[in-house]
């Protein structure tokens, strides 16, 4: 069992592509560490529209995306909860792999002039756990949640998945902002083991400065 002493990083994001597993992660590492969870809000009266390629839809879709996390961060900063272990199932940041993805020049234009305004009030991470898997295995994922009543209303097609995926790559690839924790998870979903998810939480407690990439053991 996984010491409960203090733990260094107070606010801890958890993200990865749809089907990586984020929120079970991050429930899982909520109860583990006695944390405050943070879920992300995923109703969005545009996404049917986005996924039905209406125009317009997209940067819609988009908009009601920021303006929800950029709410609900405020609402956690203003709260002072940060005083505690606090777990997200997302990262701020990451609303631009998808406006980058699913907008144009001109929406782009629109929506970056308002993240860079909203973005000033959210706070960072103190460490970002990425949840790496290749796109095989979130098609899989994603397909065995169909009939699930907690599932997605709607689910992206393989095309769209395998782009989404190859941005999260780039993005994480790139990123520095806050200590980050790579995980592999081919061999590592809702379902792993106890003892699984304490490896994990052992890694989290010994991460430092800059990048670590991590196999769970399975």
Do not use: C, W
């Not at 990865?16 to 079970?24: D, F, L, N, R, V």
């Not at 995923?42 to 039905?52: G, K, Q, V």
């Not at 940060?82 to 997200?88: C, E």
């Amino acid at each position: 069992m996984i010491s409960s002493g203090r733990l260094q990083f107070r606010y801890i994001a958890v993200e990865g592509p749809i089907g990586a597993g984020k929120t079970t992660l991050a429930e899982r590492l909520g109860t583990r560490l006695d944390a405050t969870l943070v879920i992300e809000e995923t109703e969005n009266p545009f996404l049917a529209d986005f996924y039905a390629d209406r125009p317009g839809s997209a940067l819609q879709t988009q908009l009601f995306y920021l303006l929800n996390r950029h709410r609900q961060q405020t609402v956690l900063r203003q709260a002072d909860l940060f005083s505690q272990v606090t777990i997200s199932d997302y990262l701020f940041d990451k609303d631009k792999i998808f406006a980058y993805l699913n907008l144009d020049d001109n929406e782009l234009f629109i929506y970056q002039r308002l993240y860079d305004l909203l973005a000033r009030d959210v706070p960072p991470p103190d460490l970002v756990v990425y949840l790496q898997s290749p796109t095989d295995v979130l098609l899989r994922r994603v397909r065995s949640r169909r009939g699930d009543p907690e599932a997605p209303a709607f689910e992206p097609d393989a095309g769209y998945l395998t782009e989404l995926n190859e941005a999260y790559h780039h993005f994480f690839f790139h990123y520095d902002a806050t200590p980050l924790l790579v995980v592999e998870t081919s061999e590592f979903d809702s379902t792993a083991s106890d003892a699984a998810l304490d490896d994990l939480v052992k890694q989290i407690r010994q991460m430092g400065a800059g990048t670590r990439y991590y196999v769970p053991r399975t």
